[in-house]
């Protein structure tokens, strides 16, 4: 899995520092000396549902790197959920250390114990670090778990749902900046072909765009160049392509001081989280110099889309019938981006708060 270490400290370091600054309703620190468990389960916001987000296991270089990310992470879940209409609230959950070599059964089941006493407020799944077998473990402890293999009943690997929905994502964004939601013969670059960027390859070559990648792993690249005959690029060129559309599917935090200028295209659409480095910066900037933003948490909702549908006795077509609708969505967040003079990013999340406001309300009385 990805590295994503796009991790920018809080100036409060103070730890109700930074849960206060993000509006957390829940922080849960988890240890376990028998098997070293250091966990930490970040519930953000419950208002629409149940906190439902991925378990991340990674080797922080800090306990307060870890704590950022599961609190950054969290909150993108929040507005993720409210803006694709789920009953769902936001959460998510890190393991601090290397997935390689410190996860097993029992520490994977100790975490489970830890998901099991949170009652359903947080529901775990996948992320960085974890594979549908080692959900497999937590369901042993607790039924709060999705993102089950489809031999337990699950929606197995949401990439290529993930992958769907980013794809309705960027048509929508070629509508808004060309006039047509065609990709055919357009330049397209993909920065990282691993789960949903294989997969969105594959769906741009079937629509015959003019595909560039780049990836970490030269197997992979080779592999995706030869069957969707995509021309590879170097790490660091991919931002100086002159593309019609740049597609962000690795790291977060790519869109940034050092790339802004360099980047050509005038469409951005991907799936990685975090894509801007500094959304009250970037987002703007990416207004002025005319590129139309496809807001990440909204065209890369397809994966939650799915392991809700999971919750609810798991219909692939009913996820991808749902994850068809971030075209529209994306298309609306446009024109309220415009109409009321904000960036995309902006209007995006003004758009999931005004949700989350408006049902807070609903059960108000009796
Ligand atoms: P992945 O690990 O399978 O793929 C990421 C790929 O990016 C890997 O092949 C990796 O080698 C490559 N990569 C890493 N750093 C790179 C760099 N600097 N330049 C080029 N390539 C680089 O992960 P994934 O599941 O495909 O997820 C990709 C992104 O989408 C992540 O940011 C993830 O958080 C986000 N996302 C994934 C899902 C999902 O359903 N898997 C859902 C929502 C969001």
């Known amino acids: 899995m990805v590295e994503l270490k796009e991790v920018e400290l809080k100036k409060d370091k103070s730890v109700f520092g930074q849960i206060s600054e993000y509006n957390h309703e829940k922080v849960v620190f988890c240890h376990d000396k028998e098997t070293g468990l250091k966990a930490i389960i970040g519930i953000h916001n419950t208002v629409l549902g149940p906190a439902l987000g991925g378990t991340r296991m990674w080797s922080y270089a800090s306990e307060a790197e870890a704590l950022d ?21 936001g959460g998510k959950a890190v393991i601090i250390g290397d997935a390689k070599k410190d996860k097993n059964e029992a520490l994977l089941r100790r975490f489970g114990r830890f998901v099991k006493n949170l009652n359903g407020a947080y529901i775990t799944a996948e992320d960085v670090g ?4 080692d959900m497999e473990y937590i369901r042993m402890e607790t ?17 290529p749902v993930t992958a769907y929905g980013t794809y309705m994502g960027m048509k929508a964004a070629a509508k808004k900046a060309f006039g047509s939601d065609s990709l055919s013969g357009k330049k397209i670059s993909v920065q990282g072909v691993g789960h949903v960027g294989g ?4 769906l741009l070559a079937k629509e015959n765009a003019q595909i560039f990648i780049t990836d970490i792993y030269e197997d992979r690249l080779r592999e995706v160049s030869a069957k969707y005959n995509a021309k590879i690029v170097g790490m660091d060129e991919i931002y100086d ?5 740049y597609s962000p599917c690795a790291l977060g935090g790519t869109i940034n001081d050092n790339t802004l200028g360099r980047l050509k295209c005038q469409v951005i659409a991907g799936c990685a989280n975090n894509q801007l480095r500094d959304e009250t910066v970037h987002g703007p900037a990416l207004v002025d ?9 909204l065209i890369n909702a397809g994966g939650l889309i799915n392991v809700y ?3 609810h006795g798991y219909n692939r077509e009913s996820a991808y019938a749902q994850t068809e609708r971030i075209y529209g969505y994306t298309l609306d967040i446009f024109e309220m981006a415009e109409k009321e003079g904000m960036y995309t990013q902006l209007a995006a999340t003004k758009m999931a708060e005004k949700r989350i406001n408006s049902i807070s309300k609903v059960r108000s009385t009796f």
């Open 143 to 159: 039924e709060h778990v999705s993102g089950l293999p489809e031999s337990m009943g699950g929606g197995g690997d949401p990439s």
């Open 69 to 89: 990310d599961v609190l950054r992470l969290s909150r993108g879940m929040t507005y993720k959920a409210a803006i694709s209409g789920l009953n769902l609230g």
């Open 241 to 245: 392509l002159d593309v019609d559309i």
């Open 130 to 133: 974890m594979t549908t077998k």
């Open 309 to 311: 549908s999971e919750l």
């Open 199 to 202: 997969y969105l390859v594959e």
């Open 289 to 297: 110099k005319g590129i139309v933003y496809a807001p990440d948490f």
